[in-house]
């Protein structure tokens, strides 16, 4: 007499692998693309931090004090101060933003788009602070005709 799975065994153990496999395919991917926005969420909170920190360093230098500034694809800033664009060099160890708006008031910021996917600027998918902050300070990213819905 020979020992060994007979096919039907063989299928069923196979069944129950798919099945297994299909229940823990949608938790798995669930888990990571959680992990991906609480990462983003925790990289866009420590930048706004070196901003700020960035900030009160040029403050201490001479007064500073920008309304509104675009992050460039470097991560660092171009900031309007009395009609005037500045750069600001953002020291932040870790992801860098490549693009987005940062609106500051005497308080500190008040409202920011900050944008971790590398995308080049499109006037239907950026919002409205950052298409407003590229404008001020003349980045002509934006065509004529362009239309946002």
């Known amino acids: 007499m020979k020992k060994g799975f007979t096919l039907i065994e063989l299928l069923a153990v196979i069944v129950i692998l798919a099945i297994i496999a299909l229940i823990a395919t949608p938790i798995i991917l669930n888990i990571i693309n959680d992990s991906k926005n609480e990462s983003e969420k925790v ?3 420590l930048y706004l931090d070196a901003v700020i920190q960035a900030i009160a360093k040029e403050n201490l230098n001479n007064e500073f004090n920008p309304s509104i500034c675009t992050i460039e694809s470097d991560g660092n800033l171009l900031c309007i101060q009395n009609s005037k664009i500045e750069n600001l060099r953002v020291e932040v160890n870790g992801t860098r ?3 987005g708006a940062i609106a500051l008031n005497s308080l500190g910021v008040t409202n920011e788009t900050i944008s ?5 600027p499109s006037f239907a998918k950026d919002d409205w602070l950052t298409i ?3 404008i001020k300070v ?3 990213v934006y065509k004529v005709g362009d239309e946002k819905k």
């Open 43 to 45: 990289s866009k909170e």
């Open 97 to 99: 933003p490549c693009g």
């Open 116 to 120: 971790f996917t590398c995308d080049s």
């Open 132 to 134: 407003i902050a590229n």
């Open 138 to 140: 003349g980045k002509d």
